[in-house]
């Protein structure tokens, strides 16, 4: 059975609901944000979350994913393949750099930018929110590299 939920009058079929666990099988690449895609994940648009979210990010070489900030909700990551700098802090002035096999917490509010250190791989990682909505509460924060 397919999972349903009604969303602005329409339903999503994205998710298989097996009576208590939902799974989606193969996810498909469906999202552009901010330099980065990425696949079909869980939500509260396609499982019914409540308190979270998570989906497969992926940094397309040499791209950036221009300063944001996340607004009263805890991201997790952990990187499967690639090199990753994180430029955060009020100024950006702090830098951490992160590869396969890294696990990251960014806390709610804190300033960042991604950086994928490559020109030719991309990075892959897993993102855990706490949030359900996976998209509404990020803000754009000023950056250097951002295109007037």
Known sequence: MTYKKAISGELSDTAEDGAGILCIRGPRTDRGWNGIRYKTG???NNVGARRLSMNMAIVPPGAVAYAHSHIDFEVMLYILEGRVR?????????????????FIFIK??????????SDTQPVVAVVARSDASEWENIEDYPSKRRPA
Not at 87 to 102: F, I, R, S, T
Not at 108 to 117: C, F, Q, S
């Open 108 to 117: 709610p509010g804190i300033p960042h930018e991604v950086i994928n250190l």
């Open 86 to 102: 994180h430029e955060y802090g009020m100024d950006l002035e702090k830098v951490m750099d992160n590869q396969a096999g890294d």
């Open 42 to 44: 869980m939500s509260a």
